[in-house]
């Protein structure tokens, strides 16, 4: 009874095993990323996904957008994410609660990878309150750290270019890429705006 009972165990996995096709096991990996890492499905706030982002954190060049822009150009299924312990963070805040920056993971599920795109929400309205967020943490040397974007980033916002986000980093397929996410983002969405410059760039689309 025992043996019969393998067998018939042996001959289902034989059958569903070629019916797993590639985009079921990447989806299997993305749900097993989510469990990993405590993700739960969210919905970003309008602000942040009409507003524009840097990909750089320290001295960024460019300025990129809008986030939902971006999100066009990946392919694939997305889905935004954010960890339990920053969700219950935003929750005990409440809505008249000090804006606090908090991370957010953009999965992409296509046919043969899956990417996770993360993004930190910058709930800022100007330069100078971006500035005074980072001085809050490194202190006196906030100004030799990012001074000199402080005065960059102003500029932009003056373009009416409202920074509310920076993409930190990409996980490509469970590995961190050790790219700068500026310069992987350039050959396929160009930015609106120059830093470096201080002047609009021609609107942001899809490269070849």
Known sequence: MILKQWWLRAIVCLLIGPMMTPIDAVAGSAWAFRQRHGLRVYDPPVWFL????????????????????????????????????????????????????YSLYLEVVASARTEYWV??????????????????????????????????????VKEDLVIRGELRFLIENGETSLQVPEEVIMDRFRPVFDLNTGRRLSPAAVTD
Do not use: C, M, N
Request: overall charge positive; proline content about 7%; glycine content about 12%.
């Open 50 to 101: 009409d507003g524009y982002f840097i990909a750089r954190e320290r001295t960024p060049g460019f300025v990129f957008g809008p986030v939902r822009d971006f999100v066009k150009t990946l392919g694939g299924t997305p889905a935004w994410l954010i960890e339990d312990q920053q969700l219950k963070r935003l929750e005990q805040a409440g809505p008249g609660g000090t804006p606090s920056e």
């Open 119 to 156: 993004f930190v929400v910058l709930p800022y309205h100007t330069a100078q309150e971006w500035f005074d967020a980072r001085r809050a943490y490194h202190g006196r040397k906030a100004e030799g750290y990012y001074g000199d974007t402080r005065q960059k980033l102003d500029r932009a």
